[in-house]
C-alpha cells in the first residue's frame, strides 16, 4: 500500500520560503509520479507541481514558476517542493498526491484524478 506524508507546512511572512516534504513508501515501480495540490476553504483544489522521480519530468502551475521548486532525494523517498516569495495567496492546505504507471507530469496528468493522497499540511502566508 502507498503511502504518503506530507511535513514542512507552518505560519510565515509574505516574502518568505518553505519547504514541504512528501515522504513516500510502498512503490513496487519506478513509473509514477508525485505532485503537490493546494486546497483553500472556498476554492478549487489547484494542482501546483509534479515531478517523476525516475525520469526526472516536472511540471509547474502558471502561478509556482519562477517561484517554487520541486525535487525528489531517492534515498529519503521525499519529494519537496521549496517554496520562496511566498505571498498571501498561497496560503492553503498543501497535499502530496501519487499516481502511479506514468512516467511524464503535465497539467493534464494531474487533472486526470490520482491514485493515492496524503492528509495535508497547512500553509499560512501572512501580509
Known amino acids: 500500500e502507498v503511502q504518503l506524508v506530507e511535513s514542512g507546512g507552518g505560519l510565515v511572512q509574505a516574502g518568505g520560503s518553505l519547504r514541504l516534504s512528501c515522504a513516500a513508501s510502498g512503490f513496487t515501480r519506478d513509473d509514477y509520479a508525485i505532485a503537490w495540490f493546494r486546497q483553500d476553504p472556498g476554492k478549487e483544489r489547484e494542482g501546483v507541481s509534479c515531478i517523476t522521480p525516475s525520469y526526472n519530468s516536472t511540471w509547474y502551475a502558471d502561478s509556482a514558476k519562477g517561484r517554487f521548486t520541486i525535487s525528489s532525494d531517492h534515498a529519503k523517498s521525499t519529494v519537496y517542493l521549496q517554496m520562496n516569495s511566498l505571498k498571501p495567496e498561497d496560503t492553503a492546505v498543501y497535499y502530496c498526491?501519487?499516481?502511479?504507471?506514468?512516467?511524464?507530469?503535465?497539467?493534464?496528468?494531474?487533472?486526470?484524478?490520482?491514485?493515492?493522497w496524503g492528509k495535508g499540511t497547512p500553509v499560512t502566508v501572512s501580509s
Open positions: 498526491a501519487a499516481d502511479r504507471f506514468v512516467t511524464y507530469c503535465s497539467s493534464v496528468l494531474l487533472l486526470g484524478g490520482m491514485d493515492f
